[in-house]
């Protein structure tokens, strides 16, 4: 019963994460490869700093993937929704 109750809060959490990125990530992944440059980031939220996205940016290779991103909205470095 444990390992279900476990196995239930960790769902909870991936559901979270992907409520957290809405509908945004699917624009901001502008060629759907799954990964966030921050040309493709700056087209859907201009004010992110080169400094937000390095600091989002935990593995450094250069681009976001989605759980850095949930990560980077969660922190306030990366808007969650644009305005329409």
């Known amino acids: 019963m444990t390992k279900f109750i476990a196995l239930m809060l960790g769902a909870g959490v991936v559901a979270s994460a ?3 990125m809405g509908d945004s990530v699917v624009e ?3 060629n759907g490869d799954g990964l ?3 040309d493709e980031v700056r087209a859907v939220f201009p004010d992110v700093t080169t400094q ?3 600091a989002v940016d935990t593995n450094d290779d250069g681009a976001l993937d989605d759980d850095e991103m949930v990560a980077g909205q969660e ?3 990366i808007p969650v929704a644009t305005d329409g």
Do not use: K, P
């Open 18 to 20: 992907a409520i957290a």
């Open 28 to 30: 901001v992944d502008a």
């Open 36 to 38: 966030m440059t921050i």
């Open 52 to 54: 937000a996205f390095a």
């Open 75 to 77: 922190q306030g470095l």
